[in-house]
C-alpha cells in the first residue's frame, strides 16, 4: 500500500512533481511493483489527481472514503475488507524503491521469533550532520536487538560523551504491518509524543508496541522539500 496526500505541508503536490520523464508517485509505484515482492501494490489517496495518474498509466489505486490524520490510517481504511497477513506501506515520496530493502523487511516475519513482530520498519545509518540536526529527518534509537526505543525529530541520543563513536539511524518510513496491529493502531488515539514530534509510529511505542528495526544501506531519496527533489534530480541523473 503507498499512501498518497496530495496537500503536503511542506511541499505540497509534491508527489505530482516531475523526476526525469514520470512524476514523483508514479516512480513510486512502477519501482515497488518491479519488485516482484507483493501479491497486490496499491495508491491509497484522497486525489482525483493521483488516482487518474496511476490507473491512466494501467497501475491500481484506491480513493479513501474519509479524512485521515497519517497514512496508516488511510491504508487501514482500505485493507480492513482484504484477506491479506502482511500490510507493507511504501512512502509515496520515495521514487528510489528497491527489492532488497523491502525483501529484509518482510524477512523479520519469518520463523518463531517472526511470529512475535507486529511492526518493523526501516532505517539507514546517518553521517551528514547538518541532515543529523536537521529535524526534518526523522532519528531514531534503538536497543541491542534492532527494536525501537524512541524516534524524534532532535538528536538523537546526544552525544554528551566525545570518547565514543555515536550510531545515529534515521528513519525511513517504510513499515510492515500484520493486518491486526494496523487495525489497532487506527483504534487507538493520538498519543502526546506523537502530537509533540508529529510523528505517527510513536502511537504504537506509546502503546507498548516496539517496532523492529532493520537496517538498509540505500533507499534514495525521501521527497520531502523542494532541495530533496533538486537532490533527486542529480541523483536521477
Not at 15 to 37: P, R
Not at 147 to 163: A, C, G
Not at 169 to 184: D, M, P, S, T
Request: net charge negative.
Amino acid at each position: 500500500m503507498i499512501p498518497a496526500r496530495y496537500a503536503a505541508t511542506r511541499f505540497p503536490a509534491k508527489l505530482m512533481q516531475i523526476l526525469g520523464s514520470k512524476t514523483v508517485i508514479l516512480h513510486t509505484y512502477d519501482n515497488t511493483v518491479a519488485t516482484g515482492l507483493f501479491d497486490e501494490v496499491y495508491v491509497v489517496t484522497d486525489s482525483d489527481l493521483i488516482f487518474q495518474e496511476i490507473t491512466h498509466h494501467g497501475g491500481k489505486a484506491l480513493m479513501s472514503t474519509k479524512n485521515h490524520e497519517s497514512g496508516s490510517d488511510r491504508i487501514a481504511e482500505a485493507v480492513a475488507a482484504m484477506q491479506v497477513d502482511i500490510v507493507v506501506n511504501v512512502q509515496g515520496d520515495e521514487p528510489f524503491v528497491k527489492r532488497d530493502p523491502l525483501e529484509k523487511l518482510l524477512r523479520v516475519f519469518e520463523g518463531e521469533a517472526g511470529k512475535k513482530i507486529q511492526v518493523a520498519s526501516l532505517m539507514q545509518v546517518m553521517t551528514n550532520q547538518s541532515l543529523i540536526d536537521d529535524p526534518n529527518y526523522v532519528k531514531v534509537a534503538v536497543d541491542k536487538n534492532m527494536f525501537s526505543l524512541m524516534f524524534s525529530r532532535s538528536v538523537i541520543p546526544y552525544p554528551r560523551s566525545k570518547e565514543n563513536t555515536t550510531v545515529y539511524y534515521e528513519h525511513i518510513g517504510v513499515y510492515a504491518f500484520r493486518k491486526q496491529a494496523l487495525l489497532n493502531f487506527t483504534n487507538w488515539e493520538m498519543t502526546p509524543l506523537e502530537k509533540a514530534e508529529k510523528i505517527e509510529c510513536l502511537r504504537y511505542l506509546e502503546n507498548g508496541i516496539p517496532l523492529k528495526m532493520v537496517v538498509t544501506h540505500y533507499m534514495g531519496i525521501e521527497i520531502d522539500t523542494p532541495e530533496d527533489l533538486e537532490r533527486a534530480e542529480k541523483l536521477f541523473e
